[in-house]
């Protein structure tokens, strides 16, 4: 699906930006509850032979105190992004929701700040593959029926549902089986799902009764863009006798 890539994202085989450090910008719930997605996006990036640096004086992209309504705290934090990753001209990240709040947020909160242009340099990781390295297949095999989950700041503020689908179309072996009404928000929102619980689990609920229209149907893997939809909608599926069985995968763990 080249056809279908962005027109004015850069290249990585432009002669400016060939060889250029990838700086790995790895979310909080992904270093703490998720690591496997991180490893698995190193993994795919050195078999590439790209040179990889994580900073390690990074800390959260400030989403959640943006999407809470603390905007003062929220730029705080993203000053404090601005300053650390602004030596970079790739940078990547691991989740649709964080890239978004980098790329598309952080003009809202202060389209004035010099953080803004670093942000527009976050890419989700699926995109960067496609988009930036034109990388499709990685000869990954995963004879499996698998479902797939993009997050909302994936699909709608980044655009990455096509990118991410050219993925997972190029591991062999595997069987896509589309989750029924799949742009529906699974309803966790970040701090959306603490002040409004009873929102946010009914959202979620509908969500799994639709993974759960797969799974009769032999899925049994899901993977996604956004982990943090998985804690979610992944921790309710946990209590159900049936769906607990769904394992859930960050993209990268099917390509690494």
């Known amino acids: ?57 990074q800390t959260c992209c400030g989403q959640p105190a943006f999407n809470s309504g603390y905007w003062d705290d929220a730029r705080k934090v993203m000053e404090r992004f601005g300053r650390v990753f602004e030596k970079y001209k790739w940078i990547v990240t691991p989740s649709g929701a964080c890239a978004a709040m980098c790329r598309v947020f952080f003009e809202e909160a202060d389209k004035n700040s010099p953080a803004v242009a670093v942000g527009k340099r976050v890419y989700e990781f699926a995109e960067f593959l496609v988009n930036v390295l034109h990388k499709t297949d990685f000869g990954a095999s995963f004879p499996h029926k698998v479902s797939l989950h993009i997050g909302c700041h994936g699909r709608r503020e980044l655009g990455i549902a096509a990118a991410t689908q050219t993925l997972l179309n190029s591991v062999k072996d595997l069987e896509y089986i589309p ?10 929102g970040g701090t959306f799902s603490v002040k409004m619980p009873g929102t946010s689990i009914n959202m979620g609920q509908k969500k799994i009764e639709n993974i759960r229209k797969v799974y009769k149907q032999g899925v049994e893997h899901l993977v996604t863009t956004d982990m943090s939809c998985a804690m979610h909608f992944g921790g309710m599926m946990k209590r159900d006798p049936e769906l607990k069985k769904i394992q859930i995968h960050y993209i990268g763990e099917l390509l690494a």
């Open 1 to 57: 699906m080249i056809e279908a890539l962005e027109k004015n994202v850069p290249h990585w085989d432009y002669p400016e930006y060939k060889g250029e450090e990838v700086a790995l910008f790895i979310p909080c719930f992904i270093d703490q509850f998720f690591p496997e997605a991180g490893v698995s996006v190193v993994k795919v990036l050195e078999k590439l032979n790209i040179p990889i640096v994580y900073p390690d004086e």
């Open 179 to 188: 989750i029924p009404n799949v742009e529906e928000c699974c309803g966790f």
